[in-house]
């Protein structure tokens, strides 16, 4: 053991400390609500504040629900988006494009969300309403899918939208690098097979599946962390629905909407805490099965 | 033949397509921002830099207290963040076989991905709470939380960049082991480093769920002490969106653009002097 490896170890612990009193800290401020209400805080839809303690109910059902449901969305816009991008940029882009495509993709990536937040709120919103909501709704809406009245344009549908287009980046660039590194002579062999571009590609993303499916999952962690450009768009109200057009809730917007509020109220705030912890637990499952896709991916190279 | 040429045709017009939806919206943000924003800034002048929050319905005033607490908050999320980081990324380099080296790697990527809100609450509940008030503090160990696996994947990368050759040679002269990462490979590793500094700083920078619970926001006093709460330019355009009153919707559009313009200007020069950048 080096004396320099006893210098720094500390620091490494501190970062491990600091992850792992955070799981404490969501475990010990959730438990009043688990001894109160068990696991209905999870499975149940309601949201009763009161001043008396006796009366207040929690159940936090719908913003789970808003929230698989807006990032599987993201998800659904950013897979066919990120895919054409990474192979237009990597195969057919012109020379002098390929470079600002991808600086114009590392933007978006890195731009404030809260940027995204204000152009969703007051930009995309009303587009949507008009051209996307409007029309469905009024000829197709026997469909579930369209079958509620877009009033407002806060909705799921929005904040899909919008979630889709702030993730395409970053799945973007996890399929990208993959399909740069497939070897050239597989290239080279599928061409001398005298396949067209089209089935080329189609057996070169076979060859990265891993890959997609790695940038697709942390994709779909980015979405579901995501906090104040969904809450902007997404309606906050609590409700299960089944249509596009139905204003919702999701568990970071639920927080950053009623957290200011809570201490006046006797179990809220573990109610939240609760919400966090399952956020919590479902970011780091998906988190940690894309990193292993893409692990064994980059491995199995 | 002909089924497989309009496949083929079909095909490439399609990724075509797709790949400009992808930069689309990118465009028509910073076009709507510059439009809605621009006219703003120009009409508020140097009020609009310097000045407080204007009241509802009356005016535009400044966002002055946010443009300050920006910095403020970004300084001292560096100053706890940073150290910490980089030492961290040192151990990670120079010990990637070590148990505690690979499980950092893990922690590190998955604190990347981390909902950033949650640590906006953990803060809250371990400092906010105990010291009975938001503060500039709260807000920059929250940003600092969120600042340090960037920094330090940056500074494991860049450390394993340096040529073994170096390290060979620091370590025949008979330096120590202190002296050989410190002295000599942090030196030649300076620019990735700085890199993966900058991006921490562009990134935290523009972050609100972090601040919510933490920072408290303040629009009519400037930065007072860092135990006092503290505004912050994504903080301020969160809340005035959310506000009814049509002159709070045009100081967001104002504040999100010279938002933007922070962001690019450290984020451009940053980008176009590297071939790529984890986000």
């Known amino acids: 053991m080096d004396r320099f490896k006893i210098f720094l170890a500390p620091f490494c612990g501190l970062v491990f400390g600091l992850f792992i009193l955070m799981l404490i800290v969501y475990f010990t401020s959730s438990l009043p609500i688990f001894e109160r209400e068990g696991l209905a805080i999870y499975t149940t839809n309601v949201w009763k504040a009161s001043e008396e303690p006796e009366k207040e109910f929690y159940g936090v059902l719908a913003a789970i629900y808003g929230s698989v449901y807006t990032s599987v969305l993201a998800v659904l816009i950013a897979l066919p988006l990120s895919i054409s991008f990474a192979v237009f940029v990597i195969d057919y882009a012109p020379k002098k494009l390929k470079e600002p ?39 197709l809406s026997f469909i579930p899918l369209f079958s509620f009245e877009p009033s407002t344009g806060y909705s799921y549908l929005s904040a899909g939208v919008l979630l889709g287009i702030m993730v395409t980046p970053f799945a973007s660039a996890i399929i990208r690098e993959a399909y740069r590194s497939i070897p050239y002579i597989y290239r080279e062999g599928i061409y001398a097979l005298g396949a067209t571009r089209y089935e080329a590609t189609k057996v070169l993303l076979g060859y990265i599946k891993p890959a997609i499916v790695a940038g697709i999952l942390l994709a779909f962690g980015r979405a579901i962390g995501e906090t104040v450009a969904v809450s902007l768009v997404v309606g906050n109200v609590f409700n299960i629905h089944p249509s596009l057009f139905a204003p919702g809730y999701t568990i970071s917007s639920l927080i950053a909407n009623q957290f200011g509020n809570a201490f006046i109220y006797g179990y809220m705030v573990p109610a939240l805490f609760a919400a966090g912890l399952s956020l919590f637990i479902i970011g780091l499952a998906v988190n940690l099965a894309g990193l292993m896709y893409l692990g064994r991916f980059k491995h199995a190279r | 033949m002909l089924v497989r040429k309009v496949k083929e045709r079909l095909f490439l017009a399609g990724i075509t397509i797709l790949t400009f939806l992808t930069i689309l919206p990118l465009f028509h943000i910073i076009f709507s921002v510059a439009v809605e924003g621009l006219p703003v800034i120009l009409r508020g002048g140097w009020d609009f830099i310097i000045g407080t929050l204007a009241p509802p319905d009356d005016g535009l005033g400044g966002i002055g207290p946010a443009i300050v607490g920006t910095f403020v908050l970004t300084f001292l999320a560096s100053l706890l963040g940073l150290p910490i980081a980089i030492l961290t990324g040192i151990y990670a380099a120079e010990y990637p076989n070590s148990m ?62 340096v040529p073994e050759k170096y390290r060979e040679g620091a370590f025949a002269l008979g330096l120590t082991r202190f002296n050989v990462v410190f002295r000599v490979l942090i030196g030649l590793a ?90």
């Open chain 2, 190 to 279: 300076r620019k990735g480093i700085l890199t993966g500094v900058l991006i921490g700083i562009a990134k935290v920078a523009g972050e609100t769920a972090p601040l919510l619970f933490t920072a408290g926001g303040a629009t009519r006093t400037y930065f007072n002490g860092i135990d006092r709460p503290v505004g912050a330019i994504p903080l301020l355009i969160y809340d005035l969106v959310q506000q009814p009153y049509e002159n709070y919707h045009e100081i967001a559009w104002g504040a999100s653009l010279l938002l933007l313009i922070i962001f690019l200007a450290i984020f451009l020069p940053l980008r176009l002097s590297l071939k790529e950048v984890k986000l």
């Open chain 1, 101 to 139: 495509l991808i600086v114009a993709t590392d933007v978006m990536a890195g731009l404030p969300t809260i940027i995204y937040g204000i152009w969703g709120a007051f930009v995309l919103v009303p587009i949507l309403k008009r051209f996307v909501m409007m029309p469905l709704y009024e000829h």
């Open chain 2, 100 to 161: 505690l080296g690979k499980a950092t790697r893990t922690l590190l990527m998955i604190m990347m991905e981390f909902p950033t809100i949650l640590v906006g609450l953990f803060v809250m509940q371990i400092l906010v709470v105990p010291m009975g008030s938001y503060s500039a503090l709260a807000g920059a160990l929250a940003l600092a939380i969120v600042m340090m696996p960037y920094v330090a994947v940056y500074t494991e990368e860049a450390l394993r960049g």
